[in-house]
């Protein structure tokens, strides 16, 4: 079934792309395409046309789909890549899909939400917005987008990153005639089929990433005291709801980041100032932190992030249950370092976010939820002939090498990149080094 479309407009970066903002209709369901749509939002971008031309819109390029990280989240607009020069010079046009419920595409939130009526049937409809309803809407589009190529060039490339590298290997599971290569960034997914096993890895790099951020960071053993014994003494509240200490310990999801560790010792340093001098915390500060968590803008990313992990067997809270069992993450000034925890959804989060208080019920739901259907295909991804090109991080906090190298083993004809010297958002903050290895992947032959 293609997506149609509905509208396009285009308009020039100047000087360097021509852009078009897309938008399509797929059903929410394609089991039962009777039940309603979904608008879907895009931006293709393509190389401006030379100094005689406007652009290039006739030409049939070859397209590479961007598959974003998550779930939740919407792309940024193309120009915001830093890698997309790469991409445009290698003869593609790029497509940034806003994955259903994110970005502009049909976006999720507690409202929107709430027209569906009972958490029940809330719940019932967030089962549609996982890996395999995205890739159902990328071969949907992609018939609409080639109907007038040659058959011979109907076939395109996408790139993962993290979670879109996830929606990658699901794409190889489940439809890998729609794919000329896939390009995946820290995105090999653990072929598992509830949480548990992924978390009892990922706590285990996010206790290295602790003990290395007091390493660099000494003095904020005692800052982060400070601060956690102020917001237990306190009422703190910010844009999207109150400033706890399990909120303030979430800010560690960006360990694995480049820059990471110094973008939070500036969120400390400021908060312990604040507290030095005026003995509570100011505005700025508060606001500060508040955006460095963002799930009240993301719903999908908290309510459906244990969900990727899901085939057959029910979440039960796993990173929630990681956590109490693990006293290393207890907040407890009386320790000799209180830690930082990472990329996992706590029960705590739908009290502390105002936005995702609202649909808590349906949040226990999904928790609850043992009929996930199966994402990934072992036995199709053992024979698989797409030409697969990954970049793999051995230190990658959210992606545990470990699961990533038993994917890697069961896709057939995989080629890697693997590297110590980079990190999950290499993508982005290392974009030309990517680029290039994962192209040198594609390009170099092996005898």
């Excluded at 990313?301 to 990727?308: P, R, S, V």
């Excluded at 105002?354 to 053992?382: G, V």
């Excluded at 896709?411 to 980079?422: A, D, L």
């Amino acid at each position: 079934m293609a997506a149609k479309l509905v509208d396009k407009k285009l308009y020039n970066v100047p000087g360097k792309l021509r852009i078009g903002e897309l938008l399509f209709d797929v059903p929410i369901n394609y089991s039962r395409p009777n039940d309603g749509n979904l608008r879907l939002f895009a931006r293709s971008v393509r190389r401006l046309g030379g100094p005689f031309e406007t652009s290039n819109d006739d030409k049939q390029l070859p397209w590479l789909v961007y598959l974003q990280g998550g779930p939740g989240y919407g792309c940024r607009p193309p120009q915001e890549n830093g890698w997309i020069g790469t991409a445009l010079d290698k003869g593609y046009q790029v497509l940034f899909l806003d994955q259903r419920g994110t970005g502009l595409s049909s976006t999720i939130t507690a409202r929107t939400l709430a027209l569906k009526g009972s958490a029940i049937k809330q719940a019932e409809y967030l089962k549609n917005f996982r890996a395999d309803n995205i890739v159902r809407d990328c071969e949907a589009i992609r018939r609409c987008l080639t109907v007038d190529y040659p058959e011979d060039k109907r076939k395109w490339s996408i790139i993962g990153q993290s979670f879109g590298g996830f929606c990658a290997v699901t794409y190889l599971s489940k439809f890998p005639e729609g794919l000329a290569e896939a390009f995946i960034c820290g995105g090999l997914p653990p072929l598992v089929n509830k949480p548990d096993p992924v978390y009892a890895r990922t706590y285990e790099k996010l206790e290295e990433r602790n003990k290395a951020y007091y390493s660099k960071f000494p003095e904020d053993v005692e800052r982060v005291k400070k601060i956690v014994q102020h917001l237990k003494e306190n009422e703190v509240s910010v844009p999207s709801g109150k400033l706890t200490p399990e909120r303030f310990q979430q800010l560690g999801i960006v360990f694995g980041m480049h820059g990471g560790f110094d973008s939070i010792h500036e969120l400390v340093l400021r908060a312990w100032n604040d507290l030095e001098i005026f003995g509570f915390l100011t505005h700025p500060t508060r606001t500060s932190i508040d955006s460095a968590g963002g799930f009240d803008n993301n719903v999908i990313y908290a309510i459906l992030h244990e969900a990727i992990y899901c085939q057959g067997q029910a979440s039960n809270w796993s990173a929630n249950r990681f956590r109490s069992a693990n006293a290393n993450f207890h907040i407890d000034t009386d320790k000799p370092e209180i830690w930082f925890t990472g990329e996992m959804i706590y029960k705590d989060m739908f009290d502390s976010y105002s936005e995702l208080n609202e649909i808590k019920e349906a949040a226990d739901i999904l928790a609850t939820t043992t009929d996930w259907p199966e994402l990934y295909d072992e036995a199709q991804l053992a024979k698989n002939e797409v030409p697969v090109y990954a970049a793999t991080y051995v230190d990658d906090m959210y992606v545990h090498f470990s699961h990533a190298s038993k994917t890697a083993a069961n896709i057939k004809g995989i080629k890697q990149f693997i590297t110590n010297t980079m990190y999950h958002n290499a993508l982005r903050a290392k974009s030309d080094e990517v680029m290039q290895q994962l192209f040198a992947l594609r390009e170099d032959t092996i005898d």
